[in-house]
């Protein structure tokens, strides 16, 4: 079956500007993750939707959002962006099956963001 | 918060060679993860620990949850080429969201032919 896609997967913004990223998750999978990854930082948990609910949140700025729709595909926007938000943004999907020690997460390719 | 150490942050071997990593924190953990993430692609996961001192392998990779739940290891015998990549350690809780993975800095592997 297809596997996690995101779009797009490559983009340039400018200080300031705001910007709206889309993940589809493997068909069946409820619950989808947003990573952002540096070379400073590493990967970092930004938020995760199940069932069009945000049920946890990551350690960043309000300017980050996101939102679940009824068919899980999820976006993730970032509002007046600052140098410091380009990164690969990587989104994870699973089944989210309730009792298991780990539902595991499969990722995209991630969309690479560049601000200018 | 909480951290993983990854190390060593990368590694240049020789074809043939066996490779180790390791991942430790001051926190304890009810799960370990590790990832391969591979250029242009994301984290692809290799092996799940779920019990304290055990012992998992995958082909040529073996993995370790230790005994103290604050670190695991990954190794890799027999490098080919086309181990090539990022390796990430993980962790979360159980009872946590299943999205919160704590991710380590990475290994950069580099193998040479």
């Known amino acids: 079956k297809a596997g996690v896609t995101q779009t797009p997967r490559y983009l340039i913004k400018t200080r300031g500007q705001q910007v709206t990223l889309s993940c589809s998750p493997i068909s069946g999978h409820r619950s989808v993750s947003w990573y952002q990854q540096t070379p400073g930082q590493g990967l970092q948990f930004l938020f995760e939707?199940?069932?069009?609910?945000?049920?946890n949140k990551g350690n960043f700025p309000g300017r980050f959002s996101g939102r679940q729709f009824s068919n899980s595909r999820s976006e993730m926007n970032v509002s007046t962006l600052e140098l410091g938000d380009s990164a690969l943004y990587l989104c994870?999907?699973?089944?989210?099956?309730?009792?298991?020690?780990?539902?595991?997460?499969?990722f995209g390719p991630g969309t690479r963001l560049t601000v200018l | 918060g909480q951290q993983l150490n990854q190390s060593p942050q990368s590694m240049f071997i020789q074809e043939g060679e066996d490779v180790s990593m390791n991942c430790t924190s001051s926190s304890i953990f009810n799960t370990w993860l590790w990832y391969k993430q591979e250029p242009g692609e994301g984290p692809v996961l290799l092996i799940a620990l779920y019990k304290a001192g055990e012992l998992t392998s995958n082909g040529r990779l073996t993995a370790q949850f230790g005994i103290t739940r604050k670190d695991s290891f990954l190794n890799i015998s027999a490098s080919i080429p086309s181990d090539v990549g990022i390796y990430f350690c993980a962790a979360l809780n159980y009872g946590g969201s299943q999205g919160n993975l704590i991710f380590g800095k990475g290994t950069k592997l580099s193998v040479k032919p």
């Open positions: 994870a999907s699973t089944t989210r099956l309730a009792g298991a020690a780990y539902n595991e997460q499969f």
């Open positions: 939707y199940f069932s069009e609910t945000q049920r």
